[in-house]
């Protein structure tokens, strides 16, 4: 019944007559209540009543009003003002309406709306809507005061009826009679009435009274009732929402408002969940822009949405509950009342936000105010999805903005994610397109952090909506996939396949969308390719065949692709027939005991006929039917089939490669070859005639004669039995036989040991001699046999017997001996593509095959190892050196040929490649192959002594085999452990897939790989000290030299390889993102536990801080045996590393510090004797310096260290000799360190904090000290380009030059605004030494103009820009000191590097005026042509503060300060 306001039209035409109007006070003294006039029966009420036009019903039906309201009420007022007994006459006319409401019945008539008479008469002249009879009443303010006395002295009467007949609440119409009234006579009194009523009063009164409070009183009284209502919110919860209804329709101060909100923020967490939303709404909208963040903040706090919602578990228990009971609660489930008011409430919050920017602006600061996991509320990724949903545009880009950051820092995780999803799906669903939004974005971004996050969204939003969003969800994958973006294809294909092996039925009816993918297959790699195949023909093939309506789209697919000539489709058939393959011929889960698990007949031929078709496409090509085998091969490997499907390819595998490539030993081998045909490498004891061998020179031949003769046609054996098939078809067989006899190889051992029909291995030198086929063939020939062995490595290494053993490690020796024969034999065969080894990339067109490196490069050592791309990047970012590259080889060539007799010289200075261009030719070894690396280790000392049979006792790894593993495991790390964006493809640019070679690897997640990494750390750390203790005796029998005569320089350059290989498989290690994941805690503790275990035993019940701790010092104890530079920069990053995975990297900083500085006060000699020197020697260096320089505790002093100590003591030494102190800088080093010193000392400048006004004076001394040393460090390297004036120093000197500059002007400047009164000296004398660097970077402009150097002149402009802003800076400061006087302006002269006056813009005549004086006008302009030139090099107006003339700065000064 709450109405508003509705008058009639008439006016008060006619003016009632101004009777003051006392208020009349109910004494004592009142008529009885059954007064009536004297002449009838009839009270004075009624009587008025009847005759001012308003017929009183006595029979329950409503009053009826012949007249307009505002006349009946003028005809009221007349008749009691004309009557003899005004004014007594009023107090009448109360007592007669109080003696006709004390019936209910009238009571509530007179409350109701007047009816209009319909008896005779003219109808319009009443209008239709008329007022209660009390209502109209009310507004004659002569009775006013005196009915309201009344009506609130009959409240109470019905106070505790709920509601009266016909469901009207008696209480609700009498306070709806006093809204809107058009004057109060007295609103104070009404007011204090009210709030009386309101303490006694029900709840629901209450309610009633307090909502309709705005609606009574007048503007004056809202301050007072505000503060009423304000402490009755504290006393009573219940009031809560009426309370502030009330409060947000007041017009209030802001002071009070303030107050209000403070005592409704305190009482929030106490809130009833209903009431919620109406809280939230008032304190929103009761905010200003000054104190939004600070009640946003607050709100945030304070607002706990995870109490609003049931836990999962107790939701679930209820509703059992519910169920239980026979009948039925008829209420809504607690669960569906909790998510209406969390969507009310953010409701409110998203209406706050669209309509105040500064709410939205202020719920960004506090959500990115958060600095803790923890601290993170569902709250906050509710309001980002709000935020995004608004249409601003600000607080969309904002809002992504702080969760990607958020995301990126690890605050927001994936647990709040399905905290949210999980217990508010209902609210989530309404910002489901904001969700998508943001999940697309972060799918695509280029920060690996923040792809995984994306997927979550992705993966919640398809388990928690409902169908509409399942099919958004994989359409918006689907265009992921589609896009070709290496990063975003994978996550977008991991997530499909996610979401099939989860949620299959769910999926099926999008198996259409999924499928669409097929045309966009040319973008996707062999990888990609399987994940999308395996999908698919999981939906289509799978156990419930939800998705068998695309069965014949695959079908036809395949067919398609596999009778295709284009190579790269053919592949894809196959990878795509395999997966179905699997799909299909997958075992099956027994439902129940009785029932048959396995395979219908039906879909057993299915997959034989599927298989025969494949094998049957792909025997034309040799590549083909090799990635078939491997493809097979990888499925047996990584599923489970059924054991039928099973049976049938193992038996069909075995029985061909006994046909293709295994042949009986006879005395003699026949057939005519390119090179002489001989046994080679036998393991077997027992050279009996009844042996094996596989047939490689022969089958080799062969296909060269089947290339040389182009055969149309052929037998199918010849086609097949390529030496390309060789290799895979060995795998599938291993897998196979695994598969069958879980994990023993018994069957097929013998390969092991077999011995391979080759050629004798001494062709290899006189290679020169054979013609370009032959050596190709030869190549040829080593790259099948080393795929062989490292086929066979992989097949037996987890064998446990020693024999196997041995067997294992002899064919790792025999792979690094036949790598040295073709790096020998590489060089002579320029344009030679070595056969394919990785069938599932790209042919070879994007891999450059650099073979050769000069001649003088040296052989790399003893048995060679095969040389890798150099690493990434280590997680500093360093480039990091790669061990046995060519500037160390280039240095120990010499030593090499000291080391070597005569007769080798000529052999060695043969030409030799490097294998790292050729890494996509070698077979890729398993993870498990790392495991022969739990070996020990074989040194000199063991061969001498225990040498005694041709079988060892003891497995040992010899040193080229450990670099050979150590450099493959560093390659795998690299690429798995790594973050991602490395791997993805540069825009427009042939994709050079790095992947090729890792196609085992990918298949396992970097999880696995770090846990496998993590298994080998005891091993790793075993060689690591074999390594340090090797230089160790070697350092003692040389007595502390490194070069000296019982040095072996082959095995020391083995060794320090390894050494550095395991440091920098250490960092990749512990580099690896994947540790500050929450769940991979353990993880980290259990790899920190290996290497504390090494100092310490018990490391199982120590914190994270302590295991770092122990880690740290153990790791330290090597620094004593580092054989080079870039070894010692590797430990030194490791140690970086692993001191910041505790919480307190900042403890370690000291020490890596002076662990970077004794490396750097180190002289480096090569085994040969020769100092360590070149690029690569450079750029350690230089990553060394800056590790430094990052680590010392105080930057400035540093720099100054170097800048006084070092490079003096270069300038003193004479040319090759290097400074004392620190051995590292030389002539050739200078730039290295003149450049990182430049860097640190502009990082170091822009880390001073700005000078503010509110600095006390301790403060500002202290910054002005620090800008002393930096002014002065700056000035000590900008005065070095004098003596080392090369072009690349130059270029150093302006780019940082410039910057510094920007930093003084920006921080530096405001500073000396405060401070240059009360330090006036210091100021001074530090922009006296800052003019004269200022004065040295002029000079150099006008150096770099005569020279016309692009690469100088490039940062000239910028410089001269920054110069000038400099000197007005200067003038300004002094201008806000009152000091201008102090200051005036000459023209600089351009003057060259060594000061002499570059006279291009003046004629030679004019005199020669002094550096710092006003230079004459110019007098001989140059011609035309030269006048760009001259603009160029117009003299810059250098500020020369004449800073010496104290006395009328102090005057000014003290002048001031009075």
Known sequence: MMRKKRRSAVEKVEGTSTVTKAKKSRSSDRQPKGAVSKETNESVFDVFVREAGVSLKRDGTSNEIAVDQVVFQRRIQQQLQKSPRYP???????????????????????????????????????????????????????????????????????????????????????????????????????????????????????????????????????????????????????????????????????????????????????????????????????????????????????????????????????????????????????????????????????????????????????????????????????????????????????????????????????????????????????????????????????????????????????????????????????????????????????????????????????????????????????????????????????????????????????????????????????????????????????????????????????????????????????????????????????????PQVQEMIGRSVLDDFQDDFVVDLGPDITGSFPFPARVMYNLEEEESQGGIAINLLPLTSKELQNKGEQLTQSKKSHKRASPLCLSPFFRLLRLCEEKQHQGDLEEIDALLGCPLILTDMDVVEKVESLSKAEREFLCSLLFHTINWFREVVNAFCKQKETEMKMKVMTRLQNITYLQTLLERALPGTPGYVPPLANFDGESTEGIALTSTVPAHKAKKDGKGKKRKAPGKNSSEGSSQPEEGTEAEETQQMSAVLKEQPEKEKEKEFRAVASLTAYRPFFRELDMEVLSVLQCG?????????????????????????????????????????????????????????????????????????????????????????????????????????????????????????????????????????????????????????????????????????????????????????????????????LLSTVSEKGGNSAAYREQTASLARRFLGQVWVTASGERERGSKFNETLHTLLSIYLEHADDVLKAVEEITGEGITELLDASKDESSASWPTLSRQTFLVFYKVLMAELEKAARKIPAGKMSDNTEAQSEKLLTWNLAVRDFHLMVNLVKVFDSRPVLIVCLKYGRLFLESFLKLGMPLLDYSFKRHKEDVQSLLKTFQLSTRQLHHMCGHSKIHQDTSLTNHVPALKKSLELFVYRVKAMLALNNCQEAFWIGNLKNRNLKGEEILSQRSQGSDDDDDDGEEEGNQGLPPPQEQSDDEAQESESEGIKKINRVEDMDQDVTDDSD
């Not at 009238?106 to 209502?135: I, K, T, W």
């Not at 493809?985 to 990494?1013: E, M, T, Y």
């Open 937 to 1133: 280790l074989l040194s000199r000392s063991l061969l001498d002594t225990e040498l005694h049979t041709k079988v060892h006792e003891e497995v040992l790894l010899g040193g080229a085999e450990l670099v050979f593993l150590l450099e493959d495991m560093l390659h795998k790390l690299e690429f798995s452990l790594t973050a991602a964006p490395a791997k993805r493809a540069p825009f427009l640019k042939a994709r050079a897939d790095k992947s090729v070679g890792f196609s085992h690897l990918q298949q396992r997640s970097s999880k696995d790989i770090a846990s496998c990494c993590i298994q080998l750390l005891p091993a790793l750390c075993t060689h690591l000290e074999n390594c340090h203790n090797h230089f160790q005796t070697m350092l003692s029998k040389n007595n502390g030299v490194v070069d000296g005569p019982a040095t072996d320089v082959q095995e020391h350059q083995l060794m320090s390889s390894g050494y550095q290989l395991l440091l920098q498989v250490l960092n990749t290690t512990f580099s690896w993102s994947g540790f500050s994941q929450p769940g991979q805690r353990s993880l980290l503790k259990k790899a920190l536990g290996v290497l504390a275990g090494r100092l310490k035993e018990g490391g199982a019940e120590l914190t994270l801080e302590q295991l770092v701790k122990h880690s740290f010092e153990y790791l330290l104890n090597f620094r004593s045996t580092m054989p080079n530079l870039s070894t010692a920069l590797c430990l030194s990053q």
């Open 88 to 642: 007594g006459i009023m107090q009448e006319f109360i007592t007669g309406l109080e003696v006709y409401i004390e019936d209910p019945d009238r009571f509530r008539n007179c409350l109701l709306p007047c009816v209009p008479q319909s008896a005779e008469g003219d109808p319009s002249s009443v209008s239709s809507f008329q007022e209660s009879l009390l209502r109209v009443l009310l507004g004659s303010e002569m009775l006013q005061t005196l009915i309201i006395n009344t009506l609130l002295e009959k409240l109470p009467e019905y106070m505790l009826d709920s509601t009266g007949d016909g469901g009207l609440s008696i209480p609700r119409m009498i306070i709806n009679q006093f809204k809107w009234l058009d004057r109060v006579v007295d609103s104070k009194e009404l007011a204090v009435k009210l709030m009386e009523l309101v303490s006694v009063a029900p709840v629901e009164v209450q309610r009633d009274i307090i909502t309709s409070l705005p609606e009574i009183l007048e503007d004056s009284q809202h301050n007072d009732i505000a503060k009423e209502l304000n402490s009755l919110l504290q006393e009573n919860t219940q009031l809560t929402v009426p309370i502030l209804d009330a409060l947000s329709s007041f017009s209030l101060s802001s002071s009070l408002l303030t107050e209000v909100r403070g005592a409704v923020m305190a009482t929030l967490a106490a809130v009833q969940l209903e009431d919620l939303p109406v809280v939230v709404k008032f304190i929103l909208h009761s905010v200003s822009a000054s104190d939004a963040c600070e009640v946003v903040s607050n709100l945030r706090k304070k607002l706990d949405l995870e109490q609003c919602v049931l836990p999962p578990a107790l939701q679930a228990s209820q509703s059992r509950m519910r169920s239980k009971g026979a009948a039925v609660s008829a209420s809504t489930p607690a669960a569906a009342i909790s998510q209406d008011s969390v969507t009310l409430t953010l409701d409110c919050i998203k209406s706050a936000v669209r309509f105040q920017k500064t709410i939205s602006e202020a719920w960004l600061k506090a959500i990115e105010s958060v600095d803790e996991a923890e601290d993170h509320k569902v709250i906050d990724l509710l309001v980002l999805f709000i935020l995004h949903a608004t249409n601003a545009n600000h607080s969309r880009r904002g809002a992504e903005r702080v969760l990607k950051l958020k995301v990126r820092n690890g605050f927001i995780q994936e647990a709040l994610l399905q905290k949210t999803f999980r217990d508010y799906a209902q609210v989530m669903r309404g910002y489901f397109s904001s969700i998508l939004a943001v999940a697309q974005s972060l799918l695509r971004s280029p920060d690996p952090c923040m792809v995984p996050f994306g997927g979550h969204m992705y993966r919640h939003s398809f388990t928690a909506f409902d169908s509409y969003c399942h099919q958004e969800v994989v359409g918006s994958l689907v265009t992921h996939v589609c896009s070709g973006v290496g990063g975003e294809v994978d996550v977008a294909l991991e997530l499909l396949c996610g979401l099939v092996s989860e949620k299959p039925s769910e999926m099926a009816p999008y198996a259409v969308f999924v499928k669409g993918i097929l045309d966009y297959m040319d973008n996707l790699t062999p990888q990609q390719i399987r994940r999308l195949f395996h999908l698919l023909s999981r939906l289509a093939f799978g156990q419930q065949q939800q998705g068998s309506h695309i069965q014949d789209d695959m079908h036809i697919v395949i067919r398609k692709q596999l009778s295709s000539t284009v190579p790269k489709y053919k592949r894809i058939g196959i990878i795509g027939a395999v997966m179905i393959v699997g799909s299909m011929g997958a075992c099956r889960p027994k439902v129940k005991e009785s029932q048959n698990a396995s395979l219908s007949q039906e879909t057993v031929r299915q997959v034989t006929a599927l298989l025969e078709l494949v094998k049957s496409s792909s025997e034309s090509s040799p590549e083909a039917a090799a990635l078939y085998y491997d493809e097979l091969a990888n499925l047996i490997w990584s599923s489970t089939l059924d």
